[in-house]
């Protein structure tokens, strides 16, 4: 891979979930320890997936990766570091002060932007210091989920502006004091990022339309913010070798349609093109295939096949029986959450109930997949930068209304904070949330990262309103004990019967769980199962689903239906309707 | 030149906008003592959450949250003397401890001078 010809010191691998990011980033630092040179791959991506790829446990320090001399590896957990922050700040006061103060000490260190500063924290040291790498000659990041890589990204340069610029000495940003400490080395961060003979950036996709656009999207954002060396792979192209195999014709044309279609700008950056490979890519040696650009052969797989598992259609009339009530669509980014909701949406306004479908999706494009209209049916968005700037606006009417000019310029400095965007966007998924009090709403969640950071705050904010429960939107109030309420709430769980996606999926049941929310039912989505394939290929890829599908059933779902993978682009009020049902004679060619 | 401290409960921002509703009377307090540090006043406030040392090292600020726990919080001193306690005060109070002047804040007309509309 020219990736590895010509590495930078630094490389950074983003995309959106599951489009194979963590392989690229893992094949990538293979073939170049292979080659002699000591790497370290880091990931900051709280779901991330290293540990299962390399097959070795991961901590937060260095761990050399077996079977590979020269290759180390470090997995940065920001609750983690979270919480190591939080202890270096509240225990030197333990025993000082009361315990009810230190209580509230920590309180105040377990909001979102705590978690999202410690991470940074990390990830600056690692690419700000060069002391931290000193014993490396390329470090390369697997970095977490678009919207988040994103956040992580412009911060430095966020951050930079607000600390010049906020000269009252108030701020919003947390603990600022930690940071004015830190600016230098986030200087040195930006400037890291920004130096095409250091750094380069690796945007991760699939041949699929709205997977392109994303990384059209981010290559955009990070150009404007001088991330200017940057490099396009598009992963899993298929081309089909058995030209009687429907499927494997279909799925062929819908890539090449794809490639044919990529958004102009994204042309500009050099393009890696990467084959489909038949397994899903665990271990070293599949990775080493990778690097050096072969296909690692089919291998034939004894697993029994999983069970037949009924279509999204069999969960309607239990999901209808309380004629409203909020369906949420969870899982990792690309796994087709939207795409799922607007099926589950079109379906029950098919069956003569008003819905509302809302996304909170960065990348949201339910308007675009849902072409066609229905009466019944609205569709709207949480836009984060609209949202933001009503809650700013609706701050400064009421809290700034009776300030006096150099007040108002006082407020309007810490409502520029980053926090500020995370409070209004919680805000918009609560009022969401409350119209399902009424009718059916169907949301999508943000991928699983923030979703979390979502329902932490929904606990945090909760905690929060049992001790004072002045000013506080009854929509928010009700938030929490609403979405543990199963009458209430149905929380889909969407997968794909893939590796990764299953044991992530795992993970974020686990975190509603403890979070006292328990989901529905798994969707097991895109799959080759249900379809009658001949291509080895996707046979192969077929048999491997088996195992995944198996584990769903056995170890995670209390009901579990399964979507197969549509040949058509499933678009409009037919395309989604399609997904409903999985009989095999359906797939047209 | 008369100093004022004040020591906050621990909060993410002296403005109080981070929580998911904002108290007015916090976004006020922040403006009044910027307009106290107009009038000369040395204004230095600290936040539980982000410098407790600054408790810890006073011994009657610490007196007072192992007493009170955070109820004694904002704890306010003028000249390291205690003036108040567990309530945010007035731009009125805060003049008067430090011996200025206090003005009502003036409206603020925009577009006054219109030609021939008579205003200025």
Known sequence: MELIERATRNLFFTGKGGVGKTSMACATAVGLADRGRRVLLVSTDPASNLDEVLGVALGGSPTAVPHVANLWALNVDPEAAAHAYRERMVAPYRGVLPDATVASMEEQFSGSCTIE??????????????????????????????????????????????????????????????????????????????????????LVTRAEPSALREADRTSHELAALEVSNQRLVVNGIFEAS??????????????????????????????????????????????????????????????????????????????????????????????????????????????????????????????????????????????????????????????????????????????????????????????????????????????????????????????????????????????????????????????????????????????????????FAWVINQSLTPLAVRDPVLRSRQRDEQMYIREVVDEHAVRAVIVPWQAEPPVGRAGLTRLMSQRREEQPV | MTTLQVYDPPMCCSTGICGPAVDPKLAQFSADLDWLKSQGVQVQRFNLGHEPGAFTAVEEVKAALQADNTACLPLIRRDNQVVSKGVYPSREQLASWCGVKAVASLPVVSGCCTPGSGCC
């Open chain 1, 117 to 202: 500063i410690a991470a940074f924290d990390e990830f600056a040291r690692l690419l700000g210091d060069p002391a931290a790498t000193v014993e490396f000659d390329h470090v390369i990041f697997d970095t977490a989920p678009t919207g988040h890589t994103l956040r992580l990204l412009t911060l430095p340069s966020a951050w930079e502006g607000f600390l010049q610029e906020n000269t009252t000495g108030t701020s919003c940003l947390g603990p600022l004091a930690g940071l004015q400490a830190q600016q230098a080395l986030y200087r040195d961060t930006v400037q890291a990022l920004r130096d095409p003979e250091r750094t380069t950036l690796v």
């Open chain 1, 242 to 519: 058995d030209a009687y195999d429907p499927v494997a014709v279909a799925m062929a044309r819908r890539h090449a349609d794809a490639l044919a279609n990529i958004p102009a700008n994204l042309s500009s950056p050099p393009q890696i093109r990467v084959s489909l490979a038949p397994h899903g890519m665990l271990g070293i040696e599949s990775l080493r295939a990778l690097a050096r650009g072969d296909q690692s052969p089919p291998v034939a797989r004894t697993t029994p096949d999983a069970p037949p598992l009924p279509g999204l259609e069999s969960l309607l009339d239990e999901l209808v029986a309380q004629g409203h009530g909020v369906i949420l669509t969870m899982g990792k980014g690309g796994v087709g959450k939207t795409t799922v909701a607007a099926a589950l949406a079109v379906a029950l306004a098919d069956r003569g109930f008003p819905v509302h479908l809302s996304t909170t999706d960065p990348a949201a494009h339910v308007a675009e997949t849902l072409a066609g209209e229905h009466h019944l049916l609205q569709v709207s968005r949480i836009d984060p930068q609209a949202e933001t700037a009503a809650y700013s606006q609706e701050v400064m009417d009421t809290a700034g209304a009776q300030l006096d000019v150099a007040g108002k310029a006082l407020l309007a400095e810490d409502l520029r904070s980053p926090c500020t965007e995370e409070i209004a966007v919680f805000r918009a998924f609560a009022r969401a949330v409350d119209g399902g009090a009424d009718g059916f709403v169907v949301l999508d969640t943000a991928p699983t990262g923030h979703t979390i950071l979502l329902l932490d705050s929904a606990l945090a904010y909760h905690r929060e309103v049992t001790r004072q429960a002045s000013g506080m939107p009854p929509e928010v109030e009700k938030l929490l004990p609403r979405l543990r309420d199963t009458n209430f709430t149905r929380v889909l769980i969407v997968t794909l019967p893939e590796a990764t996606p299953v044991h992530e999926a795992a993970k974020l049941q686990v975190d509603l769980q403890r979070a006292g929310i328990r989901p």
